[in-house]
């Protein structure tokens, strides 16, 4: 009997889960690899629908490009300035406004194709899709194209979900030592419990802050060629997931970091690992603040329950007499109102 008691303590406690047991090295690797296939395949997928669309826009553009070049070419006549300017318009909204130039005579007749459906761009589109943070520059403009962009997110977003839980497990339970010695010291500095607790998740946020936005801002200023107000803008716009999309790193292809295809494919893929790595330690924050916050109310709830509950009691214990007292009185009165008996004079 006591062998199998031991045994089914052993089992228990083998399967208890520990802090160091929350998350797995493995299969955040697993996650990872599967997450990149996933971005290949995205990337294959989409190039493939709208590659074929967006050359045939640009054949077009450079058709009525090349014929208002040779007919007016010594002559500038307002209407044809202004049919111009609408297709120069077209041309840059569908992303087609780079085009290799030869030489000014063969300009037109020797552009080739630069345009955004890559498959560098078609796998940072794909990474943009399933981290939700949909920037808008580039999108799918067939119908093909965008019904794939459904299926696709369907089953990407919730793969990405899985892989940032499992990222922010391992950074959470990593980042515990370095918290708690920032409480520890904080806590010899301040001598307060309550301004202790305030101070170290303030401290906290602003180093995370630090290391995911204004520390990435830096290297945005260099491969960009923005300002850091505008690098700054874009980190905490991009890893917030709003993504609006006025500020979208790889775009300016004359930047000589993008002028080698390698170069281009590193700085994505290096992207792409920045995006994950502060999605997940963003999301641990908010959702650490979020739980405090929870739990500092049900706290503060209970403290007042619990106030309520001792105010009550002593009201009742003042107002009403003890139980003893109370029956006393009542015998008293009992007696009090009992009629003497009349004595009878002939037994008297």
Request: glycine share 4%; net charge positive; aromatic share 14%.
């Amino acid at each position: 009997m006591s062998v199998l008691k031991s045994t089914k303590e052993r089992l228990k406690t083998f399967r208890k889960p520990t802090n160091k047991q929350a998350y797995s090295t493995t299969k955040v690797a697993v996650l990872m690899v599967t997450f990149f296939l996933y971005l290949f395949f995205g990337a294959i997928m989409f190039r493939s629908l709208e590659s074929e669309h967006e050359q045939t826009n640009f054949n077009d553009v450079i058709d009525r490009l090349g014929s208002f070049y040779y007919n007016h070419k010594h002559c500038m006549d307002p209407d044809d300035f202004a049919k111009i300017i609408e297709v120069v318009a077209k041309a840059c909204e569908d992303g087609m406004h780079e085009l290799e130039r030869p030489g000014e005579e063969t300009m037109l007749n020797s552009s080739t194709l630069t345009g955004k459906w890559d498959f560098v761009n078609a796998f940072f589109f794909s990474a943009t899709v399933v981290t939700t943070i949909g920037y808008g520059r580039l999108a799918p403009r067939t119908r093909e194209g965008r019904n794939a962009c459904i299926l696709y997110a369907l089953l990407g977003i919730p793969l990405t979900a899985l892989l940032l839980n499992e990222v922010g497990h391992m950074f959470k339970y990593k980042a515990k030592r370095v918290v708690k010695k920032i409480s520890n010291y904080l806590e010899k500095l301040l001598r307060n419990k309550t301004f202790t607790s305030f101070a170290t998740w303030l401290v906290t946020f602003l180093l995370v802050y630090i290391l995911i936005i204004c520390l990435p801002a830096f290297i945005f200023t260099y491969t960009e060629g923005w300002s850091y107000r505008d690098a700054h803008y874009f980190c905490f716009i991009t890893l917030t997931t709003i993504g609006f999309g006025d500020h979208v790193v790889g775009t300016n292809r004359r930047r000589q970091i993008y002028s080698k295809p390698w170069s281009r494919w590193i700085f994505k893929v290096l992207t792409t690992l920045y995006l994950l790595f502060g999605l997940s330690v963003l999301a641990i924050v908010f959702n650490t603040f979020t739980s405090g916050g929870e739990s500092k109310l049900a706290e503060l709830r209970k403290r007042r329950q619990d106030q309520n509950r001792r105010v009550l009691e002593a009201t009742n214990s003042e107002v009403a007499p003890p139980y003893d007292a109370i029956n006393t009185q009542n015998d008293k009165d009992e007696h009090s109102n009992v009629e003497p008996m009349e004595t009878n004079p002939s037994l008297a």
